[in-house]
């Protein structure tokens, strides 16, 4: 299996200001690397993905920063809204058994207040 | 189009009955994935199929549980004999066999066992 540590585990920012979730992995796949969202009692939902070739993609106000010989990727959120308020989850790809995987990371609950 | 059902949405059940789960991947996916979900927790992998078959079952918890495939497309989850440790929400997301980071989920199926 594939270790992924997510930081921080809970995180609280002001409306306006800036999330930032942070992912390292042990294995690398060649795939892409993603972030997950998940409201309240719904399942979670692709938010973004990274080609592992390139260091950074931006949509909208999500962005992934990569650093792959870090093993790191992170998830920052600009102008921070508080719809934004979710669990983010990373998921970053190994190769198991002959076939691509993922292994979701233990998720970073977002809190934007007003 | 539709996207991932699974059903019951809720299931209370006595200690020591079984339980069927059921999902219904997105039509055309051949990946499908269960996971399972303790309360404010992240996502348990406990297994993958592929079109019917299931090359990862290394994340079922125990011997009670197992699922099934049928015709590339509707899965069922079984726990047999339920203990209070598996209550949980289960969910179930499917994604096109070349595309393992692109999962889609389903709401999920809540367990509450007494």
């Known amino acids: 299996q594939q270790q992924v540590k997510q930081s921080p585990q809970s995180l609280i920012v002001q409306k306006g200001g800036i999330s930032i979730i942070n992912c390292a992995y042990e294995?690398?796949?060649?795939?892409?690397f993603p972030w997950y969202q998940q409201f309240p009692g719904k399942g979670p939902a692709l938010l973004i993905a990274?080609?592992?070739?390139?260091s950074e993609k931006k949509e909208g106000r999500f962005t992934i920063s990569f650093n792959k010989s870090a093993k790191q990727f992170s998830l920052h959120i600009m102008d921070s809204q508080p719809g934004d308020s979710a669990t983010y989850f990373c998921?970053?790809?190994?190769?198991?058994?002959?076939?691509?995987?993922?292994?979701f990371g233990t998720g970073t609950k977002l809190q934007v207040i007003p | 189009g539709a996207g991932v059902s699974q059903s019951p949405s809720n299931k209370v059940t006595e200690k020591g009955k079984d339980v069927e789960l059921r999902c219904d991947p997105i039509?055309?996916?051949?990946?499908l994935y269960w996971y399972r979900q303790s309360l404010g927790q992240g996502l348990e992998f406990l297994i993958y199929?592929?079109?019917?078959?299931?090359?990862?079952k290394s994340g079922l918890p125990s011997d009670r549980f197992s699922a099934e495939r049928t015709g590339g497309s509707v899965s069922t989850l079984t726990i047999q004999r339920t203990q209070q440790e598996d209550s949980a929400v289960y969910l179930c997301?499917?994604?096109?066999?070349?595309?393992?980071?692109?999962?889609?989920f389903g709401p999920g199926t809540r367990l509450t066992v007494t």
């Open positions: 997301a499917s994604s096109a066999a070349s595309v393992p980071y692109e999962q889609y």
């Open positions: 294995n690398t796949a060649f795939d892409y």
């Open positions: 990274i080609r592992p070739d390139v």
């Open positions: 998921a970053p790809p190994f190769l198991s058994g002959g076939y691509q995987k993922v292994t």
């Open positions: 039509s055309g996916h051949t990946a």
């Open positions: 199929f592929q079109g019917n078959s299931a090359p990862d």
